[in-house]
T-cell receptor
Framework: RKEVEQDPGPFNVPEGATVAFNCTYSNSASQSFFWYRQDCRKEPKLLMSVYSSGNEDGRFTAQLNRASQYISLLIRDSKLSDSATYLCVVNRRGNYGGSQGNLIFGKGTKLSVKP | GAGVSQSPRYKVAKRGQDVALRCDPISGHVSLFWYQQALGQGPEFLTYFQNEAQLDKSGLPSDRFFAERPEGSVSTLKIQRTQQEDSAVYLC??????????????????????FGPGTRLLVL
């Protein structure tokens, strides 16, 4: 079993739709949580960190449930430019300290927003 | 400012050939990570440097993989006797933060890992 599991996707939605991505992680010692976005043949880029209280950034809302080891990302009013692969990421804090450590990525869920 | 750069961007190697992949992190970034991303998968951790010290190499898949960062800036990932299963995108990431448990909120942006464009390796 992978340490970070995501919806297999792909998701094909019309512009303006609301899309929800779900993710579970198996290591209860995970400390930090993130959503990254990766465009086709590009590098991953941090979309947002996920905090226990939940957080919002414009049309994007992230939630974390530590008890269930579950992370979600909601995109409202989706745009064509939101088309990408969304990667759920947790950290593994190594012995060397540091808050982020090396990142454990899910497989990613591809989103295609159509006109 | 300049981001993380990697070279070459594409590399085709014959099975058994040695390859060297270069990463130039963002200037001043202390931490440097290498990841391997196979087609259709998320990136997987290979190794981590803090300055010139390689503190974690638990993700290197075999002893054919070797990484170094001798002066604490540029890093090289070397793969000896390449195999077809080594075909992947090799991503380098750097971040500012170094030591310290519990980075305070005002410093958390500095822990963000910035990724380079990757080197796409194809082994024939």
């Amino acid at each position: 079993r992978k340490e970070v599991e995501q919806d297999p996707g792909p998701f094909n939605v019309p512009e303006g739709a609301t899309v929800a991505f779900n993710c579970t992680y198996s290591n209860s010692a995970s400390q930090s949580f993130f959503w990254y976005r990766q465009d086709c043949r590009k590098e991953p880029k941090l979309l947002m960190s996920v905090y226990s209280s939940g957080n919002e950034d414009g049309r994007f809302t992230a939630q974390l449930n530590r008890a269930s080891q579950y992370i979600s990302l909601l995109i409202r009013d989706s745009k064509l430019s939101d088309s990408a692969t969304y990667l759920c990421v947790v950290n593994r804090r190594g012995n060397y300290g540091g808050s982020q450590g090396n990142l454990i990525f899910g497989k990613g869920t591809k989103l295609s927003v159509k006109p | 400012g300049a981001g993380v750069s990697q070279s070459p961007r594409y590399k085709v190697a014959k099975r058994g050939q040695d390859v060297a992949l270069r990463c130039d992190p963002i200037s001043g970034h202390v931490s440097l990570f290498w990841y391997q991303q196979a087609l259709g998968q998320g990136p997987e951790f290979l190794t981590y440097f803090q300055n010139e010290a390689q503190l974690d190499k638990s993700g290197l898949p075999s002893d054919r993989f070797f990484a170094e960062r001798p002066e604490g800036s540029v890093s090289t990932l070397k793969i000896q006797r390449t195999q077809q299963e080594d075909s992947a995108v090799y991503l380098c990431a750097s971040s500012w933060v170094s030591e310290g448990q519990g980075v305070p909120p005002e410093k958390r942006r500095k822990e963000t890992q910035y990724f380079g464009p990757g080197t796409r390796l194809l082994v024939l």
